[in-house]
């Protein structure tokens, strides 16, 4: 893959996109994309540089908005950024594309409530079943440890409800 | 034909990690197939923004109970790019020496879990008997067999001299030539090639729709290796050959993994012989710059991809990792489309699966 020819294709189809491109260690390339634009985006990565390879999604809750990111690789990393907001944040799926994206898309659609319209199982994925926290990796989301009464000294009756398989307060 | 619903797991005597499979079946062939992981999940990556990077690099190794060398080392690695550190050649090339003997290690043991499934014990023994001469000296050169810790962050804490390293290449020829019987036992044996041919085959286009990557990806063609094709640590001064076969079932996964074994032998042997000299370790500042990186590797399963931000405190605002099992997994249902009931545990031994890593 030519970083440069991909870049020069993206300013082509989206002009009106921040991109910025940048360098990160280990040699990957950055790009910022709308929300809406990411679709066909990949959409023309696989079909004009055959770009099908999609290493991970990372979902990240920096505090103001939620960003997805969609590590490529082929020679070299290609990631593209995106973000959304906080409150209802969806976007849409990828994996008539990218089949390999189904599971990446749970996983983050259950750690970040990222829905993915049109993902067809969205159900639970690592998370247990009677798991009726929030999503763990949302920010202000207190760990399971904090919820307990530890500041009187005492082991709260949660912890213990939790180890009888009762479902979580 | 009436269909069967059989529920394999979370816990089943032929599962060696908790995993639910839900297969549908008419008479003998699987007609459906439906995957449920997590049983394992330890929430690890929400644990990594609590703990400080040095704290991390032991939360790190126990991502995965096989692989744990390559994990810190992706992650000491991506960490060591965010600071801008040197690290000395003598503690890359200790680094490599690890990865590769893990790899030997990762292989053999799979190729026990595979032999057993199919009903061969023989090889199974052999396979972990010998693989005991890897993990002895893995146990020499850092205190353990399974979680070594020998990555911190700017080099490793082990040294090895010089008269040690003529020991272990010494128990190399034993293990070579033990790898050597194995090779011939799946070249040759029939009930090895009757269990294992034509089980499990992903071609190389569905491969690359799901992801796949590592020795399941290059025994179906696809020529891929990030040791090669993206060099960290000492792997740019090796040569080395990258195994690929074309048939894409258990036994093109078998020889691709038991040859990639020979292959890290050679490659512990260059390293050995050519350890330069030199410091273990360069100092690292408790602190890290804002910024991100991505650092990938080629873990006995495959590609292996860290993803770390730090905010320029102690503690990073997010490690995300990537673990090879998990496009492994996404690719399970294509292999269990039907097939024999008496092939499941087959084709799951043969994907190598590590659940502890893909749940995380």
Known sequence: ???????????????????????????????????????????????????????????????????????????????????????????????DLIPGAAFYEREVSEMLHVLFDGH?????????????????????????????????????????????????? | ??????????????LKEPLSLKLVAEGER????????????????RIFQNRNYVQNVHVVERVCGICSHVHTTAYCQGVEALLGLEVP???????????????????????????????????FMYAWRDREIVLDIM???????????????????????????????????????????????????RTFQVRTHGIGRLTAEQVRRYCVVGPVARASGIDVD???????????????????AHEGDVWARTMVRTMESVESLQMCRQLLHAMPEGPLAVRAPRRVPPGEVVSRCEAPRGELVYYIRSDGSDRPARVKVRTPTLPALAALSEQLQDINIADVPTVLAGVDLCIACADR
């Open chain 1, 1 to 95: 893959m030519n970083v440069d020819l991909v870049l020069e294709a993206l300013h082509e189809h989206f002009p009106t996109d921040p991109l910025e491109p940048r360098i990160v260690p280990v040699d990957e390339t950055i790009v910022t994309l709308t929300p809406e634009n990411v679709r066909p985006a990949v959409q023309m990565l696989i079909e004009r540089f055959d770009l099908r390879h999609l290493s991970a999604i990372t979902g990240i809750d920096t505090g103001d908005e939620i960003e997805l990111l969609y590590h490529f690789w082929d020679g070299q990393g290609l990631t593209l950024r995106t973000s959304l907001p906080r409150e209802n944040s969806h976007t849409v799926t990828l994996i």
């Open chain 1, 120 to 169: 067809p199982t969205p159900d639970r994925f690592l998370l247990p079943d009677d798991w009726e926290g929030e999503p763990p990796l949302r920010r202000g989301v207190p760990l399971a440890c904090q919820t307990d009464n530890l500041e009187n000294g005492e082991l709260s009756d949660q912890r213990h409800s939790r180890f009888k398989g009762e479902a979580r307060p």
């Open chain 2, 1 to 14: 034909m009436s269909r069967i619903t059989i529920p394999i797991g979370p816990q089943h005597p032929a």
């Open chain 2, 30 to 45: 699987i007609v459906e197939s439906a995957l449920r992981i997590g049983y394992a999940h330890r929430g690890l990556e």
């Open chain 2, 89 to 123: 050649p003598r503690a890359l090339y200790l680094r490599t020496l690890l990865c590769e003997l893990e790899r030997i290690h990762s292989h053999l043991l799979w190729l026990g879990v595979l032999a057993e499934h199919i009903g061969f014990t023989t090889i």
């Open chain 2, 139 to 189: 146990e020499e050169l850092s205190g353990g067999r399974v979680a070594h810790a020998v990555n911190v962050i700017g080099g490793v804490r082990i040294d090895i001299d010089p008269e040690y390293a003529h020991s272990i290449l010494a128990r190399f020829d034993d293990l070579e030539r033990q790898i050597e019987v194995f090779l011939g036992v799946i070249l040759h044996e």
């Open chain 2, 226 to 244: 990030m040791r090669r094709d993206a060099p960290y640590a000492a792997y740019d001064q090796l040569d080395f050959r990258v195994i690929v």
